[in-house]
């Protein structure tokens, strides 16, 4: 998937809503590459994550006004998402992918996890393009 500042935008609020889908915190230091446990993403049973930062496919910080600031998604031990749009997810921490379906849709959006800790997640669309997301 390739995502543009505006469509990635709109995208992370229905995916975010199916999304936030998603989902990654800031990958500083040493958390860069470590995707620990699922527990991470939901907690013990739901947790609600938050936009930190985006950067395009070149690795560019995209600039968030307000609306995309104040995204939010939640992960649900059931393996359920809420926010702007609701789904389902599945996580294969070995592979180190998070699948988001929307609720009524039969597509679904594969994320590469960059990074989970239990206040960072990074996801990587298809293009490169990152969204952090940190613990609320």
Do not use: H
Not at 8 to 26: N, Q, T
Not at 41 to 53: H, P, Q
Not at 83 to 99: C, L
């Amino acid at each position: 998937m390739n995502f543009s500042p505006v469509s990635f935008r709109s995208y992370f609020a229905s995916l975010l809503s199916v999304v936030a889908l998603l989902f990654i915190v800031s990958s500083c230091g040493s958390d860069k590459g470590k995707v620990e446990g699922v527990n991470m993403l939901y907690g013990t049973s739901s947790k609600a994550w938050v936009t930190d930062k985006q950067t395009d496919a070149s690795g560019d910080k995209v600039k968030q006004d307000d609306a995309a600031k104040d995204q939010e998604i939640s992960f649900a031990s059931n393996g359920s998402y809420s926010g702007s749009q609701s789904g389902k997810y599945v996580f294969d921490q070995a592979a180190k992918t998070i699948t988001m379906t929307p609720d009524g849709s039969a597509t679904s959006n594969t994320f590469n996890i960059e990074t989970l800790t239990d206040n960072k997640l990074t996801l990587v669309g298809t293009s490169g393009a990152k969204l952090m997301l940190k613990a609320k």
